[in-house]
């Protein structure tokens, strides 16, 4: 393999940056509204302000704040305005980090110490949560060593509340749940599971990173929103992403806590290493500055108006979307209206929804395909909005197009979704992923055709299925029935 190297003599800066320029031609076309998701987009203004706030602070470090005292200023302030927007007592405390999955896996770490110092006879540490959370909770609890105890979402595609209470036992260090939950955008019963857990005095984080920044614009708007903040005296922490829709740059979430008795357990302090007392509050060690400064620039220069204005745009594109899909022969909209959400699904089986995804990307829109049920989310933006129109037309031509031609469900990223569906083996969709993921952080970074998922020669078992088909998938089937038997008789996980 030629591997690329460092050159011998450095290159002309003008034709490196065109050259960059260059390999955006492929990246989706955010500004054009074409992406849900992924970019939080405030008009070109707020964005050029957002970098100029960024690289003011460029170089500069949170790892230590008495050297870079601007910066802790900087984040004491994001997280005081945070918690005054949740609603958070006078005692709620936080940090800032890179993310809501770092917000996530902070929250985690903090119950687990927590339970650690509190019930040290709990040695097999258990958190109860919808399987609609955020999958960074499964990052959490394969990170750091807890059982998750996932409870499936009612008809309404809320948290089961009875069946989270069930499943709480003496194991049990947290409960978790989503205002709103990203699937299918819609906020799950956070009074009722806030009673319980203080009934049990269990702590209960609500993972608002999608829509913390969100909701509290949307209520003032009118919208009818159930109760989901610090105003449940059950919530002991709340994650938001001011990277969201606080509409900063990139690397910037809060996790806050209801006080310090919960957060002391988030941070970490070491003091015989013979390069001197280190303590940290977060993942990271090196913090970068600029994303710490462009979200106390953010939430300062947006204000209330600024925020609540692009939320009645956000608004008023989703209702645009949830109306427009709704009156797609063969298309439904999932979940009542809770956020600026529009997850939609088929209700035709001779429409096959992945099918369906894959014509829209042809189209240039970024897709974001889910599954257990099969839909297509969208997050809309104020910047989606005039892009909406195009949408739908161009929706109501992909579902036209595959009911027409059956056999696309068979081609594409369709016929690699819908084999993972349908595998009942769950370590075999993980082994191929992993197949994926091997081959775009080997040597060459290649880009994977998902297509092609499960063909290779030495990916035997998936390899199998696609040949025999049925057959194959009732045999593994039983097996991993006898599988999961023999793991819940033996639960040996460990602490």
């Known amino acids: 393999m030629d591997r690329v190297q460092i050159p011998a003599q450095g290159e002309d800066k003008e034709a490196l940056l065109e050259q960059m320029q260059s390999f955006r031609s492929g990246d989706a076309d955010w500004k054009a509204g074409k992406t849900w998701s992924l970019v939080y987009y405030a008009g070109q203004e707020h964005y050029d302000f957002l970098k100029k706030a960024h690289n003011l602070f460029f170089s500069e470090n949170a790892l230590n704040p008495m050297a870079f005292k601007s910066l802790k200023q900087f984040e004491s302030e994001v997280v005081q305005m945070t918690c005054s927007m949740l609603h958070g007592p006078d005692t709620a405390v936080g940090t800032m980090t890179s993310g809501g999955t770092e917000s996530i896996l902070m929250a985690v770490k903090a119950y687990r110490d927590r339970a650690r110092k509190k019930k040290p006879w709990i040695l097999r540490p258990e958190m109860v949560i919808p399987s609609t959370l955020h999958v960074a909770f499964y990052k959490a609890a394969h990170y750091f060593g807890i059982k998750t105890k996932v409870v499936p979402f009612g008809d309404d595609y809320r948290a089961d509340v009875k069946a989270m209470k069930k499943a709480i036992g003496p194991n049990t260090i947290m409960i978790a749940a989503s205002a709103p939950q990203y699937p299918h955008g819609v906020i799950d019963p956070i009074e009722e599971l806030g009673a319980i857990a203080k009934s049990k005095n269990i ?201 027409a031609h059956p056999e696309l469900k068979n081609e594409g990223e369709a016929a690699m979704y819908g084999l993972m569906a349908k595998v009942p083996v769950k370590g075999l969709v993980q082994h191929s992923v992993r197949k994926v993921m091997e081959g775009m952080y080997s040597p060459s970074g290649e880009v994977p055709d998902l297509s092609k998922v499960g063909e290779d020669d030495d990916d035997v078992v998936m390899s199998f299925i696609n040949k025999y088909g049925d057959k194959a998938m009732g045999a593994l089937e039983k097996l991993e029935s006898t599988k999961n038997k023999l793991v819940g008789a033996l639960n040996f996980r460990k602490w």
């Not at 209960?204 to 969100?214: E, L, S």
């Not at 280190?278 to 620039?297: H, V």
């Not at 089986?349 to 897709?367: C, F, H, P, R």
């Open 203 to 403: 702590p209960f984080h609500v993972d608002a990173c999608f829509g913390g920044f969100m909701l509290p614009w949307l209520e003032k708007l009118g919208v009818p929103l159930p109760a989901w903040d610090y105003r449940v005296p059950g919530v002991t922490s709340i994650s938001a992403d001011v990277h969201k829709y606080g509409y900063a740059a990139k690397g910037a979430s809060v996790i806050t806590y209801r006080d310090m008795e919960y957060m002391k357990h988030q941070f970490f302090v070491e003091t015989k290493w013979c390069g001197g007392v280190y303590a940290s509050p977060s993942m990271p060690g090196t913090r970068p500055g600029g994303s710490i400064a462009a979200a106390w620039a953010a939430m300062r220069a947006m204000g209330e108006d600024g925020y609540m204005g692009l939320a009645a745009e956000a608004l008023e594109a989703t209702r645009m979307m949830r109306e427009g899909v709704a009156k797609i022969e063969g298309l439904k909209v999932l979940g009542q209206l809770n956020s600026t959400v529009c997850t939609w699904a088929s209700d035709d089986e001779s429409i096959d929804l992945y099918a369906v995804a894959d014509q829209m990307a042809e189209k240039g829109w970024n897709t974001d395909r889910q599954q257990n049920p099969a839909c297509v989310h969208c997050t809309v933006n104020a910047h989606n909005k005039s892009a909406v129109p195009d949408y739908l037309a161009d929706l109501q031509e992909a579902v036209d197009h595959v009911r």
